[in-house]
């Protein structure tokens, strides 16, 4: 903590103990690299796309179970961070995006390692990989998956090497369900179905349609023209807006 004034040594102490507590975690470590490669790391046999999908389900429940061993000691030690580990910001950017959240919601750090929590751990476990896709969460997905490597991971903390291979497994089943969708479809011969749910939810923006700068805007309170007014008055600028009048040409967007 930077508003925090340590004793000298004390930091030197403080770095040891952390220290310590990795090398006693070692052994769990490793023990979950092995089960969660075992789940999700390994390449998928060969076979028909239903027997590809049957075997990528197995691996998702494998991966989900592993969730259930990140206890509150572990998630605590990665929200203990004054600053966002490279490799598990991206993973908890990933993980929130596939959830639900929109990239602007998990920008920052501060906020980012409050939501690692049990309920978090929940919505993963609840998440089905076998639905359409959300373009901005399916990028975020690929894009880590193909920067991170498992060592790299690994050597930051337990809770973020169980979270990456747990994406890993999304994208396996994601995709052999996309694959067995596409030959159920072409063995109906049938057009393949649209598997994004919408478009890049981050590139959106608040969509105004154009006004023709010509046009002024109609002060609210004012009573509506009679038909009369309107035909004296070139052009019927002030009866825009007004569904009542017909005779009232529209204006062009």
């Excluded at 590809?52 to 572990?74: I, T």
């Excluded at 580990?85 to 908890?92: D, G, S, V, Y």
């Excluded at 409050?114 to 690929?142: C, F, I, N």
């Excluded at 959106?204 to 004296?232: D, F, M, R, W, Y």
């Amino acid at each position: 903590d930077e508003h925090v004034v340590h004793a000298p040594g004390q930091g030197l102490d403080l770095w040891r103990n952390l220290q310590h507590r990795r090398m006693e975690t070692l052994k769990v470590r490793e023990a979950r690299l092995a089960e969660s490669k075992e789940a999700a790391g390994e390449p998928l046999e060969a076979g028909t796309p239903e027997d590809v999908l049957s075997q990528a389900r197995v691996k998702m429940e494998m991966a989900n179970s592993v969730l259930q061993d990140l206890s509150e000691p572990v998630l605590e030690e990665v929200r203990l961070y004054p600053r966002a580990p490279r490799a598990t910001m991206r993973i908890l950017q990933s993980v929130l995006m596939t959830v639900g959240m929109r990239r602007r919601e998990v920008q920052h750090w501060p906020k980012v390692k409050t939501l690692l929590s049990e309920e978090l751990l929940s919505m993963m476990r609840q998440y089905d990989p076998e639905g359409k896709r959300k373009v901005g969460a399916w990028r975020s997905l690929k894009a880590t998956l193909t920067v991170l490597r498992d060592e790299d991971v690994a050597q930051e903390t337990l809770a973020s090497f169980v979270l990456f291979q747990w994406l890993r497994a999304v994208f396996r089943l994601s995709e052999a369900a996309v694959s067995a969708r596409k030959a159920a479809a072409e063995a109906a011969g049938e057009e393949p179905p649209h598997e994004y749910e919408n478009e890049d939810e981050d590139s959106e923006k608040p969509h105004t349609p154009p006004v023709s700068a010509t046009v002024p805007a109609v002060s609210p309170g004012l009573p509506p023209l009679s038909p009369a007014s309107v035909q004296a008055i070139s052009p019927p600028a002030e009866a825009q807006g007004s569904s009542s009048h017909p005779s009232t040409p529209p204006v062009e967007a």
